[in-house]
Structures are given as C-alpha cells and as structure tokens.
C-alpha cells in the first residue's frame, strides 16, 4: 500500500490533522491503540479565553478561538452532529483579593463582565465575592467528535487500531516504511507517547496529570460553566465534569482518593444542591516546559513530523495548527515561528 502520510495518534490533533489532510485530497493512515485515559478522552472540552490568577488573555487567542469555532462547526456538519456551543464561565470569587484581581482587569479585558443576574447563581451556589463572566467560552463535544471521526476513518478504510511499534518502521529521508505500508512521511501526533519518541525526545516535555469527578447534579442548569477553584462543566448523558488537578510529581496515573476526597468537599462548601459522583477519570497531558506547541518536522529528518505538546489547551490549539500543518505541507507556507518545531534546531540535530 502507497499513501501520503502516516499519522501516529487519533486524539484530537490526530483527529483534526487527517480531517485537513484528507479535505485535500491526501491519502492518509491512521495508526492509533485505542486508550481510555488519554489526555483528548478525559479533558473537559473548554476553550477560554483567560487564564491565570493574573486574569491575562491566553496565548494568540484572538487567532485561536475565531479559527477552532468556525473549524469545530464545519467538522459537526460533516459528521452530521453538534460538536461545539457557546458555554460562557461563571467565575465565583472565593476571596476579596480575587474580586479585587478580577475587578482591576474588568475595564481592560472585553473577555470579562460582571452578569446582571448575579444573585440568581446564589440559588444553587453558597454566596461568594462576587461572580464574573467570561464571555465568549465554549464548551467541544469532545468523545462525539473522537468517536465520530473515528468510524469515518473505519469506512474508509484509513485507520489501524493497534499499537505503533516504531521498531517495525524504516524511517528514511525521502519516504517511510511502515510493514507493507510506504508513505512520503509519517507524523507523531501521540500526545504522551512522544515522551519517548527517539526522533522527538529531546523535546522539553513536562508530564502533568489531571483527575476530575464525573458527577449528577440534577437540579443544576447546563447553560454555563461553573468555577470557583474548580470547575463544573457539563458533559455527556447529562452528567458534569469537574475537576481538574494539575500535578507535576505523581507515580501512577490511577485516580487518586485524596483527589476525590478534596474535590467532594469543596462541592459541599460551595454548592447547595445534592450531587452524586458516578466517576472518577485520571490521564497524562502532554505538557511542555514552554507551552508552546511542538509543530513541524524534524531538522535532520524531513520525512519524520510532530503535532504535538498541547497540554491544557488541545482543544483551542489543535485545530488552528493541524491547518497550519497542513498548509505547509500542501503550499509551503511557514508555521508560527513560536510553534515550529525547527527552534529546537539544535537541540534535535544532536
């Protein structure tokens, strides 16, 4: 078999990078083991456009989030499904030196309101200092679109669910071997998996960890999303996603009790309505000391591709620069000089 490319993963920038390629006209293959506690299949879905105790706007949002809510609502349409909505965050302040923080960025950040209806939270949260708005958020159906893209690729016969044996493949400048597969190149999209990537590794990678509770909150709406330390975000069938923790020294990815300990009494604190939690979901993202992306191909071998190193912001990242990616690959056009891969030149010639 002769294809285009060979792209390792189907997490959410494989996803998004076959989807671009193949609207090209590309023949692409996809090789991915199916794992349910990949960073794409336990992260809660949320593009926001601020971040940080400092309120500031996250990086390159303005081009970020218009590109990935047009891309979100053409990926639905062809699949026939609702992948993305409006979903803004209500942000309780827990402290006055929080409300304070939020109020110095109120008049400077048109991401932030203060909403008219305040007190009507109160109804289903205890009192805080305050509640901002961030405005516009929104919230990808992040497993539909997984899930859905995934049984395209089936029918079409461009998916190999199993796991990638690197040792099986014969990486050469001009062309890839993959067993009986021949491909002009072959693209690492395999979120923590890359860690180990022996073209790739050198990459300054950071492993970090998130759990969240999956919990029924019958009597709570699913028009916003709900902070305060935490966040409450409506998921799937109903259910909230809440979380998440960010750690950076763990020795095991099993959910933790002590996770679902803290995070049950902080609900109790702040939330007046029963809940019950149904699950407790654990994954590696695969973060970088930078946070920046890792986009490009490498600078001795050009046949060898990553989209990659999108820690907490998958959804808002991946597919401004699977588009980027394939623009380069298509047309010759530059990649973010922040995003390319080729400013670890040196690091990966060695």
Known sequence: MTIDYII???????????????????????????????????????????????????????????????????????????????????????????KMAFAERLHEEPFLSTPTNENDYYQWFHPAFGVTEINPCWLIQLHSLLNSWRNELRKKDYLVEENFDI????????????????????????????????????????????????AAIPDLPTTHIFKQGINIVPWQDGLFWIGSSYEWDFTTLAPSTDFQEKVVSQLKQWL???????????????ANMERRPFVGFHPIMPSVGILNGMGTKGCSLAPYFAHQLTQYLVEGATIHPQADVQRFRKILSR
């Open 8 to 98: 390792v993963g189907q997490g959410i920038s494989g996803t998004f990078l076959s989807w671009e390629l193949m609207k090209r006209g590309k023949r692409v293959l996809v090789i991915d083991e199916p794992k349910n506690n990949s960073a794409s299949k336990v992260a809660s879905g949320v593009i926001n456009p601020v971040t940080g105790r400092r309120v500031v706007r996250t990086w390159e949002i303005e081009t970020l989030m218009p590109y990935a809510v047009e891309a979100y609502t053409r990926f639905g349409e062809e699949l026939g499904t609702g992948l993305i909505r409006q979903c803004n965050i209500l942000d309780f302040h827990a402290t006055p030196q929080m």
């Open 272 to 286: 007046k309505l029963p809940f019950t939690v149904v699950d407790h979901i654990a994954g590696e993202r695969p």
């Open 167 to 214: 040792t099986n493949c014969s990486i050469q400048p001009e062309k890839i071997i993959y067993k009986d597969i021949i491909a002009q190149k072959i693209i690492f999209c395999d979120g923590t998996v890359g860690f180990d990537n022996p073209y790739f590794k050198l990459l300054p990678y950071a492993r970090n960890k998130g759990q969240a509770l999956i």
